[in-house]
């Protein structure tokens, strides 16, 4: 046992620590490697590809977090990487746990890069040495959450030789829309702030600046841009409906990776505490395609309860936004009407309707908003997806179990879930079509800013990351609208992002202004 209270090693194992690793460029990284004792046996692998330092395991960040998401100090040993698998768990179980500092991070030669060709050329060659090892099977596979997701399906491809599976929970497939300028807008705050978590003696990419300074696709962010077709190995992906940062290139990537052989996963909860507790049905997949057990995995359903996703059976439907009733209603109001909210400080519009019958939307919502500002050429403009109850109360949902009461928890993200957000900058409301899309999924190429005169009214239309959400009758849904981020911080130390918001936003509803929620409605059986 590592430290008291945390789970006790089931079988003997051996550690190699600071193994260094020569990448083609003559830069080194170094890993620790576990694994079983037994060298007359040869062992899969499976990498875990971090930034974070082989020696930051989960126990030091859930000390931090509220109800530590839901775990106990006893579901993990302290031997595992931040958000990567845990050796104790593995290595009983025949697996090498090989965790690598990546470039530029800790004792690692170079300079960091915040994914891209060069961690994917770097993966490649860590691989490819792992299965040169005289212990070694021969198969390698990938696990881990976020970051540790990301980097799978860069490396993933580039189609490294020995690369036999991977397993990305929940991670971004393009930082640009994902994350680093979601919508058109900059994020600097989360990249910055995963910068202040990676310490190392080179230099290290400021990926915080270069997305306040990069408003436009580039050969920068196209850098920053998975090539899914080029995925073929089988995959393992997670993806939840909770997260700010990877819900929509979970999916993505899941739909668009030519793996014959994917599954998909989708759960409500935390991505720690899913991550640690479902590592049993990881390990049958694992078992099946790094060491060939027939254990009947290839019978477990692509994704889950449904064939594909968006589900194969959705009917949408648009609900019309009034501004007199601040309803959203199925029929487009012939008179029109408009509201405002103060876009520079915390106002918002709010447009409410209610199920009739009791209703299941799982896909991709889509909002089309006639606006205008007097006082700037742009706007910021934001949205949220709440849940009512048949009282008209927001519902809102604690993201792991826990004793203590939803109004008692903080409003984090990290803790509460409110329901899926969408963001566009007016100037970047250009659409073209995309393959890359799933029905009902908008594509903003984001290759110009079309900025208007002050005052004139336009057509906005965007989509919330997805939703999966089942409502009783009676119960209802509102759509709310404002000029910040309306949905929770992930982490209260997280500060909100400037945006270029200035007066008062204009929605215009009725007649010729047809401003709407379109919903994915599943049909069942």
């Known amino acids: 046992m590592k430290e008291a209270g945390m789970m006790a090693l089931q079988a003997d194992m051996t550690l190699e620590t600071d193994v260094k690793i020569r990448m083609r460029d003559g830069v080194h990284l170094y890993a620790d490697i576990y694994r079983p004792v037994d060298e007359n046996i040869e062992y899969p692998a499976i990498l875990s590809w971090s930034p974070y330092g082989k020696h930051l395991n989960m126990n030091t960040m859930l000390a931090s977090m509220p109800g530590r998401v839901g775990l106990h100090k006893s579901e993990t ?23 690598v500092d990546i470039r530029g991070s800790w004792r690692s030669e170079g300079d960091l890069y915040f994914w891209g060709r060069q961690e994917q050329i770097d993966g490649y060659d860590t691989i490819e040495h792992l299965a040169s090892l005289p212990w070694c099977n021969g198969k390698v596979g990938m696990a881990g959450n976020s970051w540790l997701a990301i980097s799978q399906w860069f490396i993933a491809a580039g189609k490294p030789p020995h690369l036999a599976a991977i397993a990305p929970w929940e991670g971004l497939t393009d930082a640009y829309r994902d994350q680093h300028r979601r919508g058109g807008m900059a994020n600097r705050t989360m990249p910055s702030s995963l910068g202040l978590l990676v ?99 290839q019978s477990t359903p692509t994704v889950r309860s449904m064939d594909s996703y968006p589900p194969p059976k959705t009917l949408r439907r648009k609900y019309y936004l009034n501004a007199s009733s601040g309803t959203a209603e199925e029929v487009n109001h012939p008179q029109p009407a408009s509201c405002s909210y103060r876009a520079a400080v915390k106002g918002e519009a709010n447009f409410e309707n209610v199920f009739r019958h009791p209703t299941t939307l799982a896909g991709y919502p889509t909002v089309r908003l ?31 179990p826990t004793a203590t009461r939803l109004e008692d928890m903080p409003k984090i993200n990290t803790a ?39 005052g004139s009214i336009v057509a906005l239309e965007f989509n919330t990351w997805p939703i999966g959400m089942f409502y009783e009758a009676g119960e209802g849904l509102r759509l709310s609208i404002g000029g910040r981020d309306l949905s929770y911080a992930e982490l209260d130390i997280l500060p909100g992002e400037r945006n270029c918001n200035r007066g008062a936003h204009v929605i215009h509803t009725g007649g010729e202004h047809e401003s709407w929620n379109d919903l994915p409605f599943v049909e069942w059986d």
Not at 85 to 94: E, M, Q, R, S, W
Not at 219 to 241: C, G, H, N, Q, R
């Open 77 to 99: 040993s302290g031997f595992e990487d931040f958000e990567g698998l845990d050796p104790a768990f593995y290595v009983p179980k025949g697996y090498a746990v090989f965790n």
């Open 199 to 297: 310490p190392g003696n080179g230099l290290m990419e400021e990926a915080g600046r270069m997305a306040a300074c990069n408003p436009t696709w580039s050969e920068y962010w196209e850098d920053k841009k998975v090539d899914l077709a080029k995925i073929t190995v089988p995959a393992y992906v997670v993806a939840s409906y909770t997260s700010k940062i990877h819900v929509s290139g979970s999916f993505r990537g899941f739909r668009n990776i030519s793996s014959r052989e994917k599954w998909l996963r989708v759960h409500p909860y935390q991505e720690w505490y899913d991550f640690i507790g479902e590592q049993a049905d990881l390990l049958r997949f694992f078992d099946y395609f790094l060491k060939g057990k027939e254990n009947g995995w």
């Open 370 to 400: 006639c606006m205008h500002c007097e006082e700037h050429d742009d706007m910021d403009v934001f949205v949220l997806i709440r849940k009512l109850d048949r009282y008209g109360n927001v519902v809102e949902q604690v993201k792991f």
């Open 416 to 454: 509460r879930h409110q329901g899926p957000s969408g963001m566009l900058r007016n100037s970047h409301r250009a659409m073209e079509p995309s393959t890359e899309c799933a029905p009902g999924e908008i594509f903003h190429p984001h290759i110009t800013e079309d900025k208007v005169s002050p």
